[in-house]
Structures are given as structure tokens and as C-alpha cells.
């Protein structure tokens, strides 16, 4: 039984190029969607032979990888993020492993965690359920995990996955997460986010070159729990 590739992406071109050489030829299916880049991320992806499917983000990253997985035709999925590769292990374990003897069960792997190359060897031991069936879904707007409450999580020791973070990236992410717990539900303008400033929520605007400049503006919003 085959397995599809999920991903979703929104302005990766820089990742996009090391992330599509690691996945060539290790799966027989591969979904992308694309939240609506500005940059070449769709067009690199298109130049690598494969489809896009455009679907606008809703700052709800669970939502949008549902919708990725309600795209693939396997049974079986395996989500990955563009800022992450997988060892050779990992690669060679997924083109053999026999997903129909899999009924049941989650497949989590060891995941090495690098911060602008710095290694966080300070990290606790970071699982992550990758691949699972068509039962299996994202469940929340950030930090999102699949409920694989039902499944019995088999850890994979014989591979890894490498998760490379830029700081800059990070921090734009974190902007975003920002809006999120606001309840915002629409993308702000790029370069754009905010920052919990004693309970207020202030708008930060990114800047070429790595600045940053803080605005005398704040966004209204209550506090979700998410």
C-alpha cells in the first residue's frame, strides 16, 4: 500500500530547494498546498514536477494540513514540514516499510532540532507521529499535534528527521502565533504581525535586512486558549 507525501507551504523558497532533493523518489504520492506565496515557492515546487494545490491560510495550521491530508488518495499519509529533511534511515525505511501490517498504529520519529545550524542538544527527546492513516487528523490552530489517541504510537529509532530553523523565520512565526491566540483569521499584510505587550497585542512590522520596527498601534482581541 502506497504512502503520500503532505506538506504545506507559505513563502519557503528558501527551504524549498533542499526539501524537494530529500523527498525525490521516496514516495509515490505527494500533496502540496500552498497558502498563498509571494515568492517562488510555487514555482519551484511546479519546476520539481509536482502539483500545487491553492488554498488560502487562515492562521489555523491545523486546518490547513487537514486540508492537505483530505487531499491525498492513500490510506496512508506522512506530513513533514519544508524546514525539515529526513536521514537516510528514514528515506530507506519509508520506501520498504509494509504499511498494510501497520493497522492501528502511528509511526513517530526522533527529530534533531537546529536553531540558525546550532544543534539544540538541550532539547528533551523530540518524537514526532509523522506518518498515519486516513483516521488521523490535526487538532489545533498552533503547535498542532495529530490525535492519534486511538493508535498505538510506535517509536523509530532507525532514522531521523532534521528540523533547521532560521531565528528571523522563527520570530515571524511567532508574530503569527500572536494573532492566532487573538482569534485573527486573516493573514496581515506581509511583513506583518504582533507581540503580547502586557496583555495588549502591539503590531510589529519587518523590515528588510533583519530590522524590525514596533508600531504605536495595538489589535483588540480576547485571549483564546488554544
Not at 91 to 116: H, I, P
Not at 120 to 125: A, G, N, R
Not at 149 to 156: A, D, I
Amino acid at each position: 500500500m502506497s504512502i503520500t507525501l503532505c506538506a504545506i507551504m507559505l513563502n519557503e523558497e528558501r527551504n524549498l530547494p533542499t526539501f524537494l532533493e530529500n523527498i525525490k523518489g521516496v514516495f509515490p504520492y505527494y500533496v502540496f498546498v500552498d497558502g498563498g506565496s509571494t515568492d517562488q515557492s510555487v514555482k519551484l515546487v511546479e519546476i520539481a514536477g509536482y502539483h500545487v494545490y491553492h488554498i488560502p491560510f487562515e492562521l489555523d495550521f491545523g486546518k490547513q494540513k487537514n486540508r492537505a491530508l483530505n487531499l491525498a488518495e492513500t490510506k496512508w499519509r506522512m506530513f513533514l514540514d519544508i524546514d525539515e529533511t529526513m536521514s537516510r534511515g528514514t528515506q530507506t525505511m519509508l520506501k520498504c516499510m509494509d504499511v498494510d501490517k501497520l493497522d492501528g498504529v502511528a509511526v513517530s520519529f526522533f527529530r534533531d532540532n537546529y536553531l540558525d545550524g546550532i544543534s539544540l542538544d538541550d532539547f528533551p527527546l523530540d518524537f514526532q507521529i509523522r506518518l498515519f492513516d486516513d483516521t488521523v487528523f490535526y487538532n489545533k490552530p498552533i503547535h498542532e499535534k495529530p490525535d492519534c489517541s486511538e493508535k498505538k504510537v510506535l517509536k523509530f529509532f532507525a532514522g531521523r528527521i532534521y528540523h533547521k530553523k532560521d531565528s528571523y523565520k522563527q520570530y515571524r512565526s511567532n508574530l503569527i502565533y500572536e494573532l492566532i491566540c487573538r482569534g485573527v483569521r486573516e493573514m496581515p499584510p506581509p511583513g506583518e504581525g504582533a507581540f503580547n505587550e502586557n496583555g495588549k497585542l502591539r503590531r510589529v512590522k519587518l523590515l528588510p535586512d533583519r530590522q524590525i520596527q514596533v508600531l504605536d498601534e495595538y489589535i483588540e482581541g480576547p485571549l483564546l486558549n488554544i
